[in-house]
């Protein structure tokens, strides 16, 4: 599951050493880079960066144009 904002400020908010006022100004692009989570699998957090958001595979170098996701997704 890939996570939203609101999913990714709970975690700051239950960070003591995160500020949540400057967290929340952020996009959910830069909160997923900052923190290195992008979703959420088996109960467990997990950076799938370099992968398509949607079915999880590798991405190819066409990435860029459809930004996080494959061309079949």
């Known amino acids: 599951m890939l996570l939203e904002?609101?999913?990714?400020?709970?975690?700051v908010e239950n960070d003591?050493?995160?500020n949540l006022t400057e967290f929340k100004?952020?996009?959910v692009k830069d909160l997923r880079d900052h923190l290195k989570i992008t979703h959420k699998i088996?109960?467990?957090y997990k950076n799938m960066t370099g992968n398509c958001f949607?079915?999880?595979k590798p991405l190819m170098p066409?990435?860029?144009k459809?930004?996080?996701y494959c061309?079949?997704?």
Do not use: A, H, S
């Open 5 to 11: 904002k609101k999913e990714l400020l709970k975690i």
């Open 16 to 18: 003591q050493d995160l």
């Open 54 to 56: 949607k079915c999880l």
């Open 42 to 44: 088996d109960g467990q």
């Open 25 to 27: 100004k952020m996009r």
């Open 66 to 68: 459809y930004k996080n």
């Open 62 to 64: 066409d990435y860029i």
């Open 71 to 73: 061309m079949d997704c």
